[in-house]
Every structure is written in C-alpha cells, then in structure tokens.
C-alpha cells in the first residue's frame, strides 16, 4: 500500500512491567492488555495536530510540546525534515496513569509509530526507539527504556545501557505467563525513587546481579525453575513495598498458588506475578486480587502470555 493510499492509522501499544524484580531500570516485558490507542491521519493544515484525546479525565494537554504521544512524533518528523507536514492525532487512553505499567511509555510508542506508518514508513520499527523516548522523557524527566522498549518491540527486553540505547530481546518461553493487578491507587514515580538508597552494599549488588544473570539464562533455557529462583528484588522492592498496601500478603497470596514469582510492577502500585501456564496465572491473579478485596481497594487483573508483538497496527 503506497503511502498516499493510506488515509488514516489506528494503532495499539500496550502495557509493560518495568524491572522486573531484578532488573532495576535495564529490564522489561510487554503484556496483551491494557494498552493506549492513537489515531493518526493526513491533514490539509500544515504541522501536527491533536485533535481528541479520551480516556484521561481532561488531564492531558492537546499542545503536541507537552504531550508524549505529540513530543515523539513531532521529534521524528523533525528527524525526517517533515514538521511541516499536515498530521492530526487522536489520543485514545486505556490504562490508568501513575500505575507502574508504563502508561506515558505506551502513548508516546503509539503515537510515533502511528505517524511512521502513516507516512510511509521511513524507518524500522527498532529505529523508532529514541523518538518514544524523548516522548516518554517529557513527562517525567527519566531516561530509561524498560517501559518504551518492550511496549514498542515486544517481548522481553534488555537494556545494556540507556544512554545508549543498547537493547536486546530476549527469548520468551512458550508457557511463561504473567498475571498482573493493579489497585486503584496512584503512586508518581518520583515518591517512588526518592525512597530509594543511593548506595547500595556490595553484597546486594552481587545478590541483584546475580539474580538478573539467572533470570536472563532461565529465559534463554526455557528454565522455570531458574526464573522462579531469580525473581528477587533486594535494592527497590525493600524500600517501595510500602507504599502498596498490603503487598506482603499478596506475595504470599500469589506464592501460595504457585506463581514463580512476584514483585512490583515498576514504581507501583501495579503488582505482577510470572508463572508457568495459564491456569496457575489465572488462580494466581484471583489470589491477588482478593487480597486487595479484603481491605475493600479496588483492582483490575490482567492476565496474559508475554506480548511477543509490542505495538501494531490495528486499522487502516
């Protein structure tokens, strides 16, 4: 389909689980739902556009400087020697803000992969990668890919080096699947890294190390058992659990279903559990869910596969 025949883009990017555990800052997965939407189309006004944002409550700002979806794609049309071209956006929002699943991350890959499809798809979806950053970047000033790599790529993804922006996808098991909830609560990233040491001793990052090196070879080896034994956070899971309201008993409560593992899903509150198969997921999620019932706090559950495809295209 040549470029001029395409009229208008609608594309989904989904919700990811940053750190995951032991990979502080350097380590994420993509999962199917929730996830945002962006529409992109051709205008006859020159420049980019947001025309319609939904889901947000009035809390976005439409001026593309200031919204991620608008940041990262007017960034890559900059990069293109395009910024004057006529393009309109619609934000459509789908996953809760301040929920440590990567919300700002999800609309900024969205948003720039929209706007790349539209115009004829001048770069490779990888190539994509420091557009959704600098979007994401302008909400909340960090500069870290374990949200926007594996919300645009998919899968689980690695990350070497953020200033650089050296990533790698790792291979998925085919069983792994992650049973994720998120409570009705909002906890801004900020709060959640001032609470963090700003030393950490030698036999913590060891341990820390350790357990990232076993959760990447159980990945590559299909070993649940090493995944399980390696799900363990020993640097921010420590200082965060409190700001989640009982988060021991819902570790104990997914443990006890036979989940290899939970933690917290980047900053919080979101919580998630990786486990071997649908149905331990599924029991393990309820679990969880029921825990947070019982203190009367309201939460979704996810339950999913790894997301092996990360943002596509679902209409054109």
């Known amino acids: 389909m040549t470029q001029e025949s395409v009229k208008e883009v609608r594309v989904f990017a989904p919700a990811t689980v940053a750190n995951v555990a032991c990979g502080f800052d350097v380590l994420g997965f993509a999962i199917e739902a929730p996830g945002d939407e962006v529409v992109a189309r051709h205008s006859d006004k ?4 947001i025309t319609k944002i939904t889901g947000d409550n009035g809390k976005l700002p439409k001026d593309v400087e200031k919204n991620t979806a608008g940041v990262a794609a007017l960034d890559l049309l900059r990069h293109l020697g395009m910024s004057d071209r006529g393009i309109e956006l619609e934000i459509h929002k789908k996953m809760p803000f301040g929920s440590g699943l990567g919300s700002s991350a999800a609309s900024a890959v969205a948003g720039v992969y929209a706007v790349n499809k539209l115009i004829g798809e001048p770069l490779a979806k990888k190539q994509l990668l420091p557009f959704a950053m600098q979007g994401e970047a302008s909400a909340d000033g960090a500069w870290h890919a374990d949200n926007v790599g594996p919300s645009l790529l998919g899968g689980v993804v690695f990350i070497r080096s953020n200033q650089e922006l050296d990533i790698a996808q790792l291979p998925v098991p085919k069983n792994l699947w992650a049973a994720v909830v998120h409570p009705e609560m909002e906890i801004l990233t900020k709060v959640a890294r001032e609470i963090l040491p700003t030393e950490i001793p030698m036999v913590n990052a060891t341990q820390q190390i350790g357990n990232l090196g076993g959760l990447i070879c159980g990945l590559i080896q299909e070993d649940y058992a090493m995944i399980g034994r390696s799900i363990h956070d020993v640097i921010a899971e420590p200082r965060r659990h409190k700001l989640i309201p009982e988060f021991y008993n819902a ?34 999620g309820k679990a969880i869910s029921e825990v947070f019932d019982h203190i009367e706090l309201e ?18």
């Open 299 to 316: 939460s979704q559950c996810y339950v999913s596969r790894i997301n092996l495809e990360g943002v596509h295209v679902i209409a054109q």
């Open 46 to 49: 020159p420049g980019l556009r």
């Open 251 to 284: 570790k104990r409560a997914a443990m006890a279903q036979g989940a290899l593992g939970f933690s917290i899903s980047g900053a919080g509150p979101s919580v998630f559990a990786l486990c071997e198969g649908e149905e331990i997921a599924q029991r393990t």
